[in-house]
């Protein structure tokens, strides 16, 4: 059989360059060109104001863990519950209609299979718990007619 190796400590980023990782990098790159920019088109007083809050946010987003999960899950985490109703109500009195009528809802039926009859069912658990000893009685596709077999298994 062969062995394979099982990955350990997939949670922890790898370091690029001392303790900085590949995504810190990243950010602080970005934030670094838009400071730039920022001090190419702006002048010192509208730099300063301009540049300095995009450091901050680049260094939260780059250096805090909330959770030991990066700021940018909490971010995201919390834009998502503003954008949710904060409460949900259940309201059991509609029917399923009227509910598909308010979420403009309109879908065909789909045809479903035929489910077995409940001797069908009661004689497939028959033949389950003999182990195939009952054979049963099953419809021949190609005449229509129910054949029975003969039972190995004496009640």
């Known amino acids: 059989m062969q062995q394979f190796t099982v990955p350990q400590f997939i949670d922890?980023?790898?370091?690029i360059i001392g303790p900085i990782t590949t995504r810190q990098f990243l950010i602080f790159l970005?934030?670094?060109i838009f400071i730039a920019l920022f001090?190419?088109?702006?002048?010192?007083?509208?730099f300063l104001t301009v540049s300095i809050p995009v450091a901050l946010i680049a260094i939260a987003f780059a250096t805090i863990k909330i959770?030991?999960?990066?700021?940018?899950?909490?971010?995201?985490?919390?834009?998502q519950t503003w954008r949710r109703?904060?409460?949900r109500?259940?309201?059991?009195k509609l029917d399923p209609v009227e509910v598909e009528i308010q979420n403009f809802i309109f879908t065909e039926k789909i045809p479903t299979k035929e489910f077995y009859h409940r001797s069908r069912l009661a004689e497939l658990s028959l033949i389950v718990d003999t182990a195939g000893e009952y054979?049963?009685?099953?419809?021949?596709e190609d005449d229509d007619i129910m054949i029975e077999n003969e039972s190995r298994f004496n009640l």
């Open 12 to 15: 922890v980023e790898s370091k």
């Open 85 to 87: 109703p904060g409460l």
């Open 39 to 46: 001090y190419k088109i702006f002048d010192f007083t509208l």
């Open 89 to 92: 109500v259940w309201n059991n």
């Open 67 to 79: 959770n030991g999960r990066p700021f940018h899950f909490f971010v995201l985490n919390i834009v």
């Open 30 to 32: 970005g934030a670094g």
């Open 135 to 140: 054979r049963g009685a099953w419809e021949d």
